[in-house]
């Protein structure tokens, strides 16, 4: 008897919370407090220009930008042994400081090339490092 009581009680408590909730209790003066940021929608210039683009759309747009518009992008590549470690730093030491960093990998053990912000100026010089990569393709940072 007891414990039908109790589920009786918190039926009714959840049926009073979702009229709560939902407003159906506003005519008595029982309701939540309405949030609204109207000042926001009066900010946005032209919403209905906005256009979500998948990857492949992305991309050619990216590549149809004119230069220096296009975002900069981390790449990575890896994981490299200490002996392909010292080859790639022979190829990257006529790269502007700060362009590229070796991190530790921890499985497997070894090396990740990161390029934290690959730009314009950058893109072109990728491609003459791809022999120091090997078979590594340079992919996005996780």
Do not use: H, Y
Not at 16 to 39: K, M, V, Y
Not at 95 to 101: C, F, H, L
Not at 111 to 126: E, G, I, M, N, Q
């Amino acid at each position: 008897m007891m414990l039908r009581l109790t589920v009786l009680l918190l039926m009714l408590a959840n049926a009073a919370f979702f009229g709560w909730s939902q407003g159906l209790l506003a005519p008595w003066g029982l309701a939540p407090a309405q949030q609204s940021e109207p000042q926001r929608l009066r900010q946005q210039i032209r919403p209905q220009a906005l256009r979500i683009l998948g990857g492949d759309e992305a991309r050619r747009a990216d590549a149809a930008a004119p230069p220096g518009t296009r975002a900069q992008e981390c790449l990575q590549a890896g994981v490299f042994e200490e002996a392909q470690v010292a080859m790639l730093k022979r190829a990257l030491e006529s790269w502007p400081a700060g362009s590229w960093v070796l991190e530790p990998a921890i499985e497997p053990r070894g090396w990740t090339l990161r390029f934290p912000a690959v730009d314009d100026s950058l893109r072109p010089r990728l491609q003459d490092l791809q022999a120091a990569l090997g078979a590594r393709t340079l992919r996005p940072c996780r």
